[in-house]
């Protein structure tokens, strides 16, 4: 036995707590719509049962047949939260034109980058959305962002001829974190086509790209703050039309009231039902930190290439990297090995954009907390991009957000990728790593700095162990432990096993053979 023999039950182990860190995968629902102002209705249970079938007295049926209506009960429930959202702009073509606010000067003008710059990713929000296409990109300076109208009067109506002259141009989108519903209408009014914000743009693609139960659910809580702008903007045309009743017939209410009852217990539905998958993924973890897995958090600027590395990293064939943004949503988890043969957990997260409202982050906090859990972060950059500088302080932003442990924040492994495309690159920053994940340049010596960062935060101890070869000791190492190598010396039957093992591991191997002989390598 020899150092390149591997425990393919620990790479077993290992993926089957790299996959109970995904979120579970929802059986396709039935479409149906559900508007602002369309009631959220409740299902009908039967008096004194509180919806469940009554016990029938048979031992073990009846709980099973309670249990199959809690579970039609929660199925009804997502449904109803998961039905098509009356914010997407449908599934039609858009014929776009991307407008961009050029602040010259003051606070919101920021220094790391171009209007040039902040219009290309623009378009490239754009081009990430099946069936939109730019019609044309304008750049157009203004002082004040925060404006009714955005721009000032000369500029505004500049742009106003501009818009209308462009053929078959079916929405404006203006590169601005959020407008108000009061603005919304003013530029629609005056550009006589649909006006989406960044939040509005991020929001459909997330939308588009949600493929998990918790995804979904993030995204219609995300919905929630515009759902309730629109419904501000509704209820005060309907105050300006006369002989109109504010009151709901023989409701008591206001429609505002009425809507915005609705709109808190949709918000609460959601909110539980992310609650009870951040139970069942605690569940999850906990059942990870048994198994002893360390997990490194993967992140960093939206198509960085964080999923082509892990896919270096791991040599897992099924993953699919996609050169769009916003290609991951949801956490996915990817078993690997370091040099050492310990065998860890890579996780996959979303991806983060500068001036991204912090509404759509808390909405996606459940999926962002796991992170906190992690034993490392891996930041990965792409050094070619021109906003790089930008996009490290927008990522490490975030994390200080997050309220993560100083522990993870001061051990962040950062990795410059896409590096063969820059001749003879070399990373300014002290202890950055240059990789191409692509060709697989600098993984080795990536690999390195996560196993010695890992070992610095779990514990981990390298020991070599003298164990009798007649014993149970060796298969009980390669069960447990991260077995490196053996040397065997036939002529007493022994042998001297260099393993990686946890404490807890550690713990009961001495517990369950006390005689065995143990020095720190």
Known sequence: MGPGRLSWSLLRRCRRAAAALGAPRCRPL??????????????????????????????????DEEEEEDEDEDEAALEELLGPSPLSPGPGAQRVAVVHPAVKWGPQKSPLTTAELQIAEAVALVDTLQNWTVLDKIIIPTKNRNKKFVFGKGNFQVLTEKIKKLPHVTAVFLNVERISSLTKKELEGAWGVQVFDRYTVVLH?????AQTKEAKLQ??????????????????????????????????????ETH???????????????????????????????????????????????????????????????????ATLDI?????????????????????????????????????????YSDLIVHVRDITHPETILQKATVLSVLRNLNLPSRLLDSIVEVHNKVDLIEGYKPAEENALAVSALHGRGLEELKQEIE?????????????????????????????????EVEVMPEDGTARVKVIIGSSAFGRYKNLFPNSKISMS
């Open 30 to 63: 039935p479409a149906r719509p559900l508007s602002a102002s369309a009631p959220l209705r409740a299902r009908r249970r039967p008096p004194g049962t509180g919806g469940r079938a009554p016990w029938n007295g048979a031992a073990g049926a009846g709980g």
């Open 205 to 209: 693609i997330f939308r588009c790209n």
């Open 219 to 256: 995204v219609a809580l995300a919905e929630i703050p515009l759902l309730r702008s629109n419904l501000k903007n509704e209820v005060s045309q309907r105050d300006q039309q006369r002989g109109g009743s504010r009151y709901i017939m023989g409701s008591g209410e206001t429609f505002l």
């Open 260 to 326: 915005n009852r609705v709109l808190k217990e949709r918000e609460l539905k959601i909110r539980n039902a992310l609650e009870k998958l951040r139970r069942k993924r605690a569940l999850l973890r906990t059942q990870r930190r048994k198994s002893e897995f360390p997990m490194v958090s993967v992140m960093g600027y939206t198509n960085c290439g964080k999923t082509t590395l892990i896919k270096a990293l791991t040599g897992e064939a099924g993953i699919q990297p996609r050169d769009q943004l916003f």
């Open 332 to 372: 996915t988890a990817h078993a690997g090995y370091l040099p050492s043969h310990m065998a860890v957990i890579y996780v996959d997260t979303i991806g983060f954009l500068t001036d991204l409202p912090h509404n759509l982050v808390e909405s996606f906090s459940a999926t962002l907390e796991e992170v906190a």
């Open 452 to 484: 010695k960062k890992i070992l610095t935060a779990t514990g981990k101890k390298i020991l070599t162990v003298n164990i009798n070869l007649e014993g149970p000791q060796l298969s009980w190492l390669y069960k447990e432990a991260t077995v490196q």
